[in-house]
């Protein structure tokens, strides 16, 4: 038995703010989690629209009180849809997107394309002339290869296109190995070494506009020290190449980690953006260079606490193993809507959403319907020991990177995204089905 007091609580740091019990069910943003899979199924994405715009706004303000007039950009990659694009603009960001696919969903959604920034390491020819012509307000550029290859695009299409040059800082930020994007060895842009002749390149003809440098260390920090020295580098590089002409912004990405479990103690984001800003007035004065315009990129502070998804218990084995018992729950999702646990060994709690129960917690593992043993969407958590075919179960903090790291593994449709606001639930995204999913089989009589 673990953690009995809490297997029933809602902690405040990890579901979203408007997260409540009503006669035992849970319910969020003001709507119960029972009446919501009885209208939508399960598993269901249920986002809270008034917990998403929240912190979009919360992190804008939070960064606009400590610097002058910076640009916050939403890692569209967390979570997008054509509604969660316009709520963030609508809270005064701008979107950057990563692929030409989620290029594609912005132009849709009908955004100034001004407020987009555009990345990734691989980008086709196609896209980036898609982007070009779209007027996509910056490309970040990952690689010579690639500086090479939008000038002459840029050049053809007549267009003075915006660009930030993405730089590899070589720190390393401290996070699960795959969520780190900054240290030497690994994929993303250019050497720090090698800036100075690139930036030189980019200004020796007018094709181009450089805005500035970007660096995005990695996702899921709790760790000031390695922004810090991001800002560091960032600014003494900023500083040495301001001589050869302008450099108005500097781009130093997202990465803000957000709490999981109990164990994570993010520091709010007030905080940190105060000591960013201390990081580079500090900078700034050493290099003698006045402040840059600053943007950053946050994705999984602003989505994932407002995501909490519910599942139908199917089966619960009651194990006796050498540490003691566990209960192996078993869902109707698993990693096909949430791989985190499988990629990046993520944390995740759950509470039984349709009762309330004082029944004492017991250790329990939370797993999916695939066929992979490491099919676990939350490893461990203390459940009441009570927990039956039937419950509903929810977990929290699932906004950022699974709806959008989704797959359909083992035939298996995702999830609908429903937001919640006032009591009212509105589908967002509806649900795949089989027939999606038969329809693209050209042996099937799909459409080759
Ligand atoms: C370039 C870039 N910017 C921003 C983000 C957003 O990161 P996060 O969701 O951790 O804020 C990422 C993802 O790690 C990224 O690769
Ligand atoms: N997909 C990762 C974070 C994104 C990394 C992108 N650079 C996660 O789920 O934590």
Redesign the pocket.
């Known amino acids: 038995m673990i953690d009995a007091p809490s297997a029933d609580a809602l902690q405040p740091a990890i579901w979203p703010a408007s997260a409540t019990r009503v006669d035992g069910t849970v319910a969020i943003g003001g709507a119960r989690l029972d009446a919501l899979a009885a209208e939508h199924g399960t598993p269901l994405m249920l986002l809270d629209e008034a917990e998403l715009r929240g912190r979009a706004a919360r992190i804008r303000a939070a960064f606009h009180a400590v610097l002058d007039d910076p640009i916050v ?1 939403y ?1 569209s ?2 979570l997008l849809t054509g509604d969660v694009a316009r709520w963030v603009v609508q809270e005064g960001l701008g979107v ?1 997107v ?1 692929s030409g696919g989620e290029l594609a969903l912005v132009r849709a959604a009908g955004l100034d394309l001004s407020l987009v920034g555009y ?1 990734g390491n691989n980008k086709s020819e196609h896209d980036l002339r898609t982007a070009v012509a779209a007027g996509v307000g910056t490309i ?1 550029v990952d690689s010579a290869l690639e500086l090479d290859r939008l000038t002459r695009i840029a050049a053809e299409a007549g267009v003075r296109q915006g660009i930030r040059m ?1 730089i590899n800082v070589g720190v390393h930020a401290s996070t699960h190995e795959f ?1 780190a ?1 900054s240290h030497e060895d690994q994929k ?1 842009g250019v050497p720090i070494v090698d800036a100075a002749a690139l930036v030189a390149r980019v200004r020796a003809d007018d094709v181009l506009e450089l805005r500035g440098l ?1 660096t ?1 260390i ?4 709790f760790d000031g020290d390695g922004f810090a020295a991001a800002i560091d580098r960032m600014v003494a590089l900023h500083a040495s190449l301001l001589a050869g002409g302008p450099l108005p912004e500097l781009n130093v ?5 957000i709490a999981y479990t109990e164990a994570d103690d993010p520091q709010p984001i007030e905080g940190i953006a105060a000591a960013f800003a201390a990081s580079l007035h500090a900078a700034c004065e050493r290099a003698g260079i006045a402040v840059p315009r600053i943007a950053i ?8 606490p407002a995501g909490v998804t519910v599942y139908r218990v199917g089966t619960v084995k009651r194990m006796e193993l050498a540490d003691g018992e566990r209960v192996y729950v078993s869902i109707d999702g698993g990693m096909s809507d949430n791989p985190r646990h499988v990629l990046y060994g993520a944390r995740y709690t759950a509470r039984i959403a349709s009762r309330s129960s004082d029944v004492p917690g017991v250790r329990s593992r939370v797993v999916g319907l695939h066929c992979e043993s490491g099919d676990i969407v939350v490893d461990e958590v203390a459940l009441p020991g009570d927990v039956a075919p039937g419950d509903l179960l929810a977990v929290p903090a699932t906004g ?2 699974c709806a959008s790291l989704a797959s359909t593994y083992n035939m298996t449709p995702r999830p609908p995204i429903v937001a919640v606001l006032d009591g009212a639930s509105r589908v967002l995204v509806r649900r795949e089905t089989i027939d999606d999913l038969l329809a693209r089989d050209a042996g099937l009589g799909g459409t080759p």
Do not use: M, N
Not at 218 to 221: W, Y
Not at 253 to 257: D, E, I, N, V
Not at 297 to 304: D, L, Y
């Open positions: 950009y890692a990659k967390a950057d990563c990345h970040v993405r969520l994007t993303f970007h995005h990695g996702s899921q920090i990405g997202g990465g803000f980690g990129e946050p994705g999984r502070w602003i989505a994932g950022a990177y």
